[in-house]
């Protein structure tokens, strides 16, 4: 479960803050933030990538896997880019290929050339993505929130229907859907790297296994790891078991004997599954704001792992928490993990600190044991 705890250190580094050129985001972007989607405009399962370094280097990646239906290899084409970050507009300085160029690769080339351009100039001249602005919609479903802005898109096929959303590094673009409401683009996961040693950006393989053509997952640990992770659940709930209330700061939840104490303020289930509650770093941000940063934040791919944003869900529970729920892949062991995190503020005050609870599980334990797991996390509240 080495993976599941890895956020409580690495999530509030401190890093570099700033923006695209010609527009100043609601939140700025960090160093080593990235984002993915998948574009439906290709004849095969295929993803484009964007890094950010710094204000003035930036990563693009086009990933396609190996395409078993269609006989089409693996295909990779990566560009880290320079820009000028006096300039108020995409002003490219430089350009290197960190992958080998092939035949044909031309074509994809200028597809992230150009959707750089593209996507930073319609980011300059959509200045409403702001939670706070009358046109920003909120739903119940975290895919329809954002702002919308009807545009012409040549590479997508005319007209077409852009939703923006400040969780969403870069441009804060999430889906592009065609004339006739169809997506042909959208947010697969969002992530950050934490060095430049880190390849969780260059090693993203999608969510439909997370291997390469011929790639086997070859560390003998690993291989127990993977078989127990993807065989039926192993855990054993004991029916009617004496239930105890458990209270951090503003947040109180029910557990059961089925749970062991491994140290303060976290509870494991046999090795499958853990419960932790903590508090969140203060913020000089007003509380409301951070929330906001808050649900950014914790969504983000970390290490090697992957938020499949298909399966994500941002929502209120009935007593007003805020209630995350992922699924991650995690390719080491080909395997998801289902986690739902829970944030209430402490106070109404600037600079609050934040009362945090966080549920995981290896997927296939969570849907075996599913009516459990809910009933449970049902008793969060505030």
Known sequence: MKKIAAFFTILFLTVSAFALPGFIPFFQDESGEFVYYRDYSFNRESYVGFLTYDDATYELRYYAPFDKEQNLPEKEVTILLSVNPASDFMDLTGERFL?????????IINYLHDLMYEFNARRCNTLDVTPYSTDYITTK?????????????????????IYYDITVPLFNIKKILNNRNEVIFKVATTGRILSAADTTFTSFRGFNGGLAEGQTITSSENKKDAKKTSQESSIKIKKNAKKTECQNGNIFFTLDENWSASAENMWWLSDRAYIAASNLPKSSMRTAIYLFYLNRRLIQSTQNTYVDFSKLEISATSSGLIKLHTVTWQPEYNTSMVSVKFISSTSTEESASLDYVVFSAWENDYLSNQKYFDSLLKTVSQ
């Open 141 to 161: 479903s975290w895919w329809e929130n954002g702002f919308a802005s009807y545009e012409d898109f040549n590479q997508f096929g005319g007209d077409v229907k």
């Open 99 to 107: 992958t080998e160029i092939k035949a044909g690769d031309s074509e």
